[in-house]
Protein backbone atom coordinates (compact mmCIF):
# COMPACT_ATOMS: atom_id res chain seq x y z
CA UNK A 1 0.00 0.00 0.00
CA UNK A 2 3.02 2.38 0.21
CA UNK A 3 3.02 2.51 -3.58
CA UNK A 4 -0.70 3.62 -3.55
CA UNK A 5 -0.87 7.42 -4.49
CA UNK A 6 -3.28 9.10 -2.42
CA UNK A 7 -5.67 12.16 -3.74
CA UNK A 8 -5.65 14.94 -2.76
CA UNK A 9 -8.69 16.54 -0.80
CA UNK A 10 -9.94 19.35 -1.69
CA UNK A 11 -11.55 21.60 1.38
CA UNK A 12 -14.52 23.42 0.17
CA UNK A 13 -14.90 26.95 0.41
CA UNK A 14 -17.25 27.89 3.35
CA UNK A 15 -19.37 30.75 2.31
CA UNK A 16 -21.05 32.37 5.99
CA UNK A 17 -23.96 34.41 5.32
CA UNK A 18 -22.65 38.43 5.91
CA UNK A 19 -23.88 40.41 8.90
CA UNK A 20 -26.33 42.73 6.50
CA UNK A 21 -27.74 39.18 4.71
CA UNK A 22 -27.93 37.95 8.42
CA UNK A 23 -30.31 40.80 9.27
CA UNK A 24 -32.47 40.67 5.96
CA UNK A 25 -32.31 36.90 6.70
CA UNK A 26 -34.01 37.12 10.13
CA UNK A 27 -36.13 39.94 8.84
CA UNK A 28 -37.74 37.29 6.04
CA UNK A 29 -38.31 33.95 8.09
CA UNK A 30 -39.55 35.97 10.85
CA UNK A 31 -43.16 35.47 9.03
CA UNK A 32 -42.75 31.79 8.27
CA UNK A 33 -45.07 30.82 11.25
CA UNK A 34 -43.32 26.63 11.15
CA UNK A 35 -39.71 26.89 9.49
CA UNK A 36 -39.17 30.67 11.00
CA UNK A 37 -38.11 30.12 14.91
CA UNK A 38 -35.87 26.70 13.49
CA UNK A 39 -33.81 28.52 11.34
CA UNK A 40 -33.06 31.77 14.09
CA UNK A 41 -32.37 29.13 16.43
CA UNK A 42 -30.06 27.09 13.99
CA UNK A 43 -28.40 31.02 13.19
CA UNK A 44 -27.39 31.65 16.88
CA UNK A 45 -26.90 27.64 18.01
CA UNK A 46 -24.90 26.83 15.25
CA UNK A 47 -26.99 23.24 15.57
CA UNK A 48 -26.94 20.94 12.90
CA UNK A 49 -30.20 20.58 11.25
CA UNK A 50 -30.60 17.27 12.68
CA UNK A 51 -30.18 18.57 16.07
CA UNK A 52 -32.36 21.51 15.84
CA UNK A 53 -35.03 19.43 14.61
CA UNK A 54 -34.41 16.35 17.49
CA UNK A 55 -34.10 18.56 20.22
CA UNK A 56 -37.17 17.99 22.72
CA UNK A 57 -38.23 20.26 25.65
CA UNK A 58 -36.63 18.45 28.38
CA UNK A 59 -33.33 18.93 26.93
CA UNK A 60 -34.41 23.03 27.00
CA UNK A 61 -33.54 24.34 30.54
CA UNK A 62 -34.98 27.98 30.85
CA UNK A 63 -34.29 28.43 34.38
CA UNK A 64 -30.74 27.66 33.61
CA UNK A 65 -30.90 29.76 29.83
CA UNK A 66 -28.95 25.82 28.34
CA UNK A 67 -29.41 23.52 25.51
CA UNK A 68 -28.68 20.07 26.46
CA UNK A 69 -28.16 18.68 22.82
CA UNK A 70 -27.98 14.98 22.99
CA UNK A 71 -29.57 13.64 19.87
CA UNK A 72 -30.53 14.34 16.41
CA UNK A 73 -33.46 13.04 13.94
CA UNK A 74 -32.46 10.63 11.29
CA UNK A 75 -34.64 10.90 8.07
CA UNK A 76 -35.65 7.25 7.51
CA UNK A 77 -37.74 5.94 4.73
CA UNK A 78 -41.59 4.48 5.92
CA UNK A 79 -40.73 1.22 5.11
CA UNK A 80 -37.69 1.52 7.26
CA UNK A 81 -39.97 3.03 10.51
CA UNK A 82 -39.93 6.51 9.38
CA UNK A 83 -38.01 9.35 11.26
CA UNK A 84 -36.07 8.71 14.32
CA UNK A 85 -34.12 9.88 16.64
CA UNK A 86 -30.66 8.56 17.10
CA UNK A 87 -26.91 9.81 19.03
CA UNK A 88 -25.32 13.08 17.58
CA UNK A 89 -23.09 12.86 14.99
CA UNK A 90 -20.08 12.92 17.71
CA UNK A 91 -21.77 10.63 19.99
CA UNK A 92 -20.81 12.88 22.49
CA UNK A 93 -23.56 15.45 24.13
CA UNK A 94 -23.25 18.58 24.79
CA UNK A 95 -24.16 21.35 26.65
CA UNK A 96 -24.83 24.78 25.25
CA UNK A 97 -25.78 28.24 26.46
CA UNK A 98 -27.07 30.31 23.85
CA UNK A 99 -27.82 33.92 23.53
CA UNK A 100 -31.00 34.87 25.15
CA UNK A 101 -32.17 36.23 22.55
CA UNK A 102 -32.75 32.41 21.27
CA UNK A 103 -34.43 31.22 25.00
CA UNK A 104 -36.41 33.80 24.35
CA UNK A 105 -37.48 32.57 20.81
CA UNK A 106 -38.00 29.03 22.34
CA UNK A 107 -40.48 30.73 24.57
CA UNK A 108 -42.56 31.84 22.33
CA UNK A 109 -42.20 28.40 20.81
CA UNK A 110 -43.86 26.88 23.24
CA UNK A 111 -46.27 29.07 23.52
CA UNK A 112 -47.14 28.82 19.90
CA UNK A 113 -47.03 25.20 20.26
CA UNK A 114 -49.64 25.46 22.73
CA UNK A 115 -51.83 27.31 20.10
CA UNK A 116 -51.18 24.86 17.26
CA UNK A 117 -52.34 21.90 19.21
CA UNK A 118 -55.64 24.09 20.33
CA UNK A 119 -55.99 24.88 16.34
CA UNK A 120 -55.63 21.38 15.33
CA UNK A 121 -58.12 19.62 17.11
CA UNK A 122 -58.42 15.81 16.86
CA UNK A 123 -55.97 16.51 13.95
CA UNK A 124 -53.38 16.63 15.97
CA UNK A 125 -50.62 13.53 16.58
CA UNK A 126 -48.10 15.20 18.59
CA UNK A 127 -48.31 14.78 22.30
CA UNK A 128 -51.85 14.46 24.10
CA UNK A 129 -51.02 16.06 28.34
CA UNK A 130 -48.21 18.20 29.82
CA UNK A 131 -45.87 14.86 30.56
CA UNK A 132 -45.95 13.81 27.07
CA UNK A 133 -45.48 17.59 25.70
CA UNK A 134 -42.10 18.09 28.08
CA UNK A 135 -40.89 15.55 26.15
CA UNK A 136 -42.10 16.15 22.86
CA UNK A 137 -39.94 17.64 19.87
CA UNK A 138 -39.50 21.74 19.77
CA UNK A 139 -40.32 21.86 16.64
CA UNK A 140 -43.34 19.70 14.25
CA UNK A 141 -45.76 20.81 11.85
CA UNK A 142 -48.77 21.72 12.24
CA UNK A 143 -50.72 18.82 13.39
CA UNK A 144 -47.50 17.83 16.05
CA UNK A 145 -45.35 15.79 13.69
CA UNK A 146 -41.82 15.51 12.64
CA UNK A 147 -41.01 18.11 10.45
CA UNK A 148 -38.48 16.97 6.90
CA UNK A 149 -35.29 17.87 6.02
CA UNK A 150 -36.78 19.24 2.52
CA UNK A 151 -38.72 21.05 3.75
CA UNK A 152 -36.80 23.32 5.79
CA UNK A 153 -34.36 23.30 2.48
CA UNK A 154 -37.33 24.67 0.78
CA UNK A 155 -38.38 27.51 2.46
CA UNK A 156 -34.34 28.55 3.55
CA UNK A 157 -33.55 28.10 0.33
CA UNK A 158 -36.52 30.66 -0.55
CA UNK A 159 -35.33 33.48 1.93
CA UNK A 160 -31.55 32.81 1.21
CA UNK A 161 -32.43 33.81 -2.99
CA UNK A 162 -34.42 36.87 -1.89
CA UNK A 163 -31.08 37.32 0.54
CA UNK A 164 -28.84 37.47 -2.28
CA UNK A 165 -27.65 34.39 -1.31
CA UNK A 166 -29.25 31.66 -3.93
CA UNK A 167 -26.52 28.97 -3.54
CA UNK A 168 -26.46 29.06 -0.02
CA UNK A 169 -27.14 25.91 1.96
CA UNK A 170 -28.61 25.43 5.61
CA UNK A 171 -25.34 23.64 6.63
CA UNK A 172 -23.99 27.47 5.92
CA UNK A 173 -26.21 28.67 8.76
CA UNK A 174 -23.92 26.49 11.21
CA UNK A 175 -20.57 28.18 9.15
CA UNK A 176 -21.97 31.73 9.98
CA UNK A 177 -22.68 30.78 13.56
CA UNK A 178 -18.86 29.87 13.97
CA UNK A 179 -17.28 32.68 12.32
CA UNK A 180 -19.69 35.43 13.90
CA UNK A 181 -18.53 33.64 17.42
CA UNK A 182 -14.93 34.25 16.38
CA UNK A 183 -15.74 37.56 14.81
CA UNK A 184 -16.77 38.73 18.20
CA UNK A 185 -14.22 37.32 20.44
CA UNK A 186 -15.23 33.75 21.68
CA UNK A 187 -12.41 31.65 21.91
CA UNK A 188 -11.44 28.67 19.61
CA UNK A 189 -12.15 26.60 22.23
CA UNK A 190 -15.59 27.47 23.02
CA UNK A 191 -16.50 27.93 19.86
CA UNK A 192 -15.25 23.98 19.20
CA UNK A 193 -17.57 22.84 22.33
CA UNK A 194 -20.50 24.47 20.99
CA UNK A 195 -20.59 22.92 17.41
CA UNK A 196 -19.38 19.46 18.77
CA UNK A 197 -16.08 19.23 17.19
CA UNK A 198 -13.85 16.43 18.00
CA UNK A 199 -10.95 19.20 18.69
CA UNK A 200 -10.03 22.88 18.51
CA UNK A 201 -6.97 21.90 15.99
CA UNK A 202 -10.30 20.70 13.59
CA UNK A 203 -12.18 24.23 14.62
CA UNK A 204 -9.09 26.07 13.77
CA UNK A 205 -8.58 24.22 10.42
CA UNK A 206 -11.89 24.95 9.58
CA UNK A 207 -12.60 28.59 9.69
CA UNK A 208 -8.94 29.85 11.16
CA UNK A 209 -9.11 31.78 7.59
CA UNK A 210 -11.98 32.70 6.09
CA UNK A 211 -12.35 36.16 8.13
CA UNK A 212 -10.79 39.13 6.59
CA UNK A 213 -12.25 41.18 9.57
CA UNK A 214 -10.68 38.72 11.80
CA UNK A 215 -7.33 39.56 10.23
CA UNK A 216 -7.63 43.10 10.30
CA UNK A 217 -9.12 43.18 14.12
CA UNK A 218 -5.83 41.83 14.83
CA UNK A 219 -3.40 44.29 13.01
CA UNK A 220 -5.35 46.65 14.69
CA UNK A 221 -4.66 45.02 17.85
CA UNK A 222 -0.92 45.19 17.51
CA UNK A 223 -0.81 48.08 16.70
CA UNK A 224 -2.59 49.83 19.36
CA UNK A 225 0.13 47.24 21.54
CA UNK A 226 2.84 49.21 19.21
CA UNK A 227 1.09 52.68 19.91
CA UNK A 228 1.26 51.78 23.56
CA UNK A 229 4.87 50.48 23.51
CA UNK A 230 6.19 53.57 21.68
CA UNK A 231 4.34 56.25 24.19
CA UNK A 232 5.89 54.24 26.79
CA UNK A 233 9.70 55.25 25.50
CA UNK A 234 10.08 51.32 24.09
Known amino acids: MQKVKLP ?5 D ?14 IVSTDEIYGTLLKVIVFTGLRL ?4 GLTWDCVDFEKGALNINKQLQRRPRKDGGSTLTSVKSGKPRMLRPAPFVMDLLKVQYTEQLM ?7 AWIGWNNEKEHKKSL ?31 RVHD ?19 QENLGHASATFTLDVYGHVS ?8 ARMEEYIKRLNASGT
Open 8 to 12: KVFKK
Open 14 to 27: IVPLTDDQVKEFLK
Open 50 to 53: GEAM
Open 116 to 122: QKSRAGE
Open 138 to 168: VFTNLDGGYITPKRVYQHFKSAAKEIGAPNA
Open 173 to 191: LRHTYAVLSLQNGDDVKTV
Open 212 to 219: DKMKRDSA
